[in-house]
């Protein structure tokens, strides 16, 4: 089936905060919005508890959360992108009330901000308590849906990316209800992070990383894809994907300690508001070391809690813990890609007529490690400036596409036990090459696995690649920081030869 949107339309793909923000910043220009699933479900964006980093507090300036930022990037950050995305983070959250977002307030009016990791003011715009996610989707939502120009497709996901000469031509789809093609000469990227590629994970379990591999399989250029920030506090229990104990309640004063009550992390530099890096590996090491960790929020804010994280509060309370008198229980799971595919100032790919948004994109503002509530201002900041490229680039004339078969629906399943292992916490050289091994027949294949495996892939190649410890970057065999930090590029092509490789080198197998 061909779905007939006006000539030239473009196509977004992904229906969280990027993708929706992308489309209504183009509107009244027609554009078609493909979701997996319902928009606003099954998105990264809905679970967003913090907020949005923007420096509107009477103590801040742009100046401020730029060192910030750079800090926590460990190096690796684009200064002069992240300057002027943090400039723009104020105007974002005007952007967002304009579309009927509700922050919270104080009595006298002005936003509530709260703090977070790393942080050195008060900066993080907050809806609903720590429930901005869902408060950011209810309206963006219902903002898309009364939009005219926008045409929305849920239940379909993009399986292929269609290239002639350098450059793209279409969209190959697929849901329930069969399969859909679409003749574009433009398409913007949305569809988020790669968390689950992870057995421990906070990110929803369908965000594999499809659009690094549907970009990926078009020849795309990636970068910094060993970047793989991991949230320190994920509720520990049996569910996925795994709750999230928002850093706002560390902000708040809750302190990590083990089964002994010792405050194990006290003499990290900024403690438990250290940079996420330094308290993963801080909560991950005392965990590989027999212990249990829990997060105690009983003497900052004991009877309080609920009022103030009524989410997270109802999270705890379905696991049975009271944080009011119980210290909950955590442990470390995959959060936020900082890597993605490379674009440049306004989005633009190495693909011609192909644009990235959102968690997806390298922009190169997060560097080495995220700091906390800097990607969803990303993504609204993004999102401005790709609808403006877009909308000002020509569309093509042709109304059809010749219709390949559209490839199986992928499972990241066998893939998750290869790569969270090798692409964890801390990584080293050997279960990196095991890892690759592996996975280079299952990238080259055409089964379910093969577009999780060629994803795993590239980024598990960029690991092996880093010999140094940066960031989110962890490497038990190269502790030490490279002098000169350089972010890595990549490609699948590249990927794959540099893992047939590897298997040529006796070394490899037998070290
Ligand atoms: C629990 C949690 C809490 C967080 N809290 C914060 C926070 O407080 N502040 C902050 O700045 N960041 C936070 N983050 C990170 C932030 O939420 C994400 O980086 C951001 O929401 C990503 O938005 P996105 O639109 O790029 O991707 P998503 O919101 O994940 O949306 C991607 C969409 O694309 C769809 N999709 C994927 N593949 C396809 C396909 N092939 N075809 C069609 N559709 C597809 C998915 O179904 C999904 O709907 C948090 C993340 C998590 C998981």
Redesign the pocket.
Do not use: F, M, P
């Given at each position: 089936m061909s779905l007939s949107a006006p000539s030239g339309c473009p196509v977004i793909?992904?229906?969280?905060?990027?993708?929706l923000m992308t489309a209504l910043e183009m509107a009244p220009e027609p554009v078609v919005l493909?979701?997996?699933?319902p928009l606003g479900c099954?998105?990264?964006?809905a679970?967003?508890?913090?907020?949005?980093a923007a420096s509107i507090g009477g103590d801040d300036s742009p100046a401020l959360h730029l060192a910030d930022t750079l800090a926590a990037g460990d190096g690796l950050c684009d200064e002069a992108v992240a300057r002027r995305i943090i400039a723009a983070a104020p105007a974002a959250i005007e952007r967002l009330e304009h579309f009927g977002v509700a922050f919270d307030r104080a009595r006298d009016g002005a936003p509530q901000l709260g703090l977070e990791a790393a942080h050195s003011r008060r900066r993080i715009v907050h809806a609903a308590g720590a429930a901005?996610?869902s408060e950011l989707m209810r309206a963006l939502v219902a903002a898309v849906r009364r939009t005219a120009s926008i045409t929305i497709v849920e239940g379909f996901?993009?399986r292929r990316l269609l290239v002639e000469d350098g450059a793209i031509t279409g969209v190959l789809a697929a849901g329930a209800s069969g399969e859909l093609s679409f003749a574009t000469g433009r398409v913007v990227l949305?569809?988020?992070?790669v968390?689950g590629l992870f057995h421990d994970t906070?990110?929803p379990l369908?965000?594999f990383g499809?659009?690094l591999a549907?970009v990926a399989r078009v020849g795309a250029e990636l970068a910094d894809l060993e970047f793989v920030q991991f949230h320190p506090t994920a509720l520990d229990g049996a569910q996925r994907p795994m709750r999230?104990i928002s850093e706002a309640v560390r902000g708040e004063g809750a302190v990590l300690i083990d089964e002994t009550g010792r405050r194990f992390l006290a003499d990290l530099p900024g403690a438990e508001l250290g940079t996420r890096d330094a308290v993963a590996r801080g909560v991950h090491r005392h965990l590989t070391r027999g212990h249990r960790v829990f997060l105690d929020a009983r003497a900052c804010l004991g009877a309080g809690f609920a009022g103030r994280f009524p989410a997270i509060s109802g999270y705890c309370r379905d696991a049975g813990i009271d944080p009011a008198l119980d210290p909950i229980p955590v442990r470390p799971a995959a959060?936020?890609h900082m890597g993605g595919i490379t674009v440049d100032a306004d989005g633009r790919s190495s693909v011609a007529g192909l644009w990235a948004c959102?968690?997806?994109a390298s922009t190169g503002l997060h560097g080495a490690n995220r700091l906390a509530?800097?990607?969803?201002?990303e993504?609204v900041v993004m999102a401005g400036w790709v609808a403006k490229s877009v909308t000002a680039s020509p569309g093509m004339g042709r109304k059809t596409i010749a219709m390949p078969s559209v490839p199986m629906r992928p499972d990241p399943v066998l893939v998750r036990s290869i790569a969270s292992p090798a692409l964890g916490v801390t990584r080293d050289g050997e279960s990196l090459r095991e890892a690759a091994l592996t996975l280079l027949p299952l990238a080259g294949g055409a089964s379910p696995a093969s577009d999780p495996a060629a994803v795993a892939l590239m980024m598990v190649v960029a690991a092996l690649r880093r010999e140094e410890s940066r960031g989110a970057h962890s490497r038990a065999d190269f502790p030490l920081r490279a002098t000169v930090a350089r972010r890595s590029k990549i490609t699948l092509v590249e990927a794959l030869e540099t893992a047939a490789a590897l298997d040529a080198t006796p070394l490899a197998r037998s070290a």
């Open positions: 793909i992904g229906g969280g905060l990027a993708g493909l979701s997996a699933a099954k998105a990264s964006s679970l967003a508890q913090g907020g949005l901005t996610g996901e993009a949305a569809t988020g992070g968390g906070t990110n369908g965000c499809q659009g549907l999230l959060h936020y959102g968690e997806v509530s800097n990607s969803l201002t993504a």
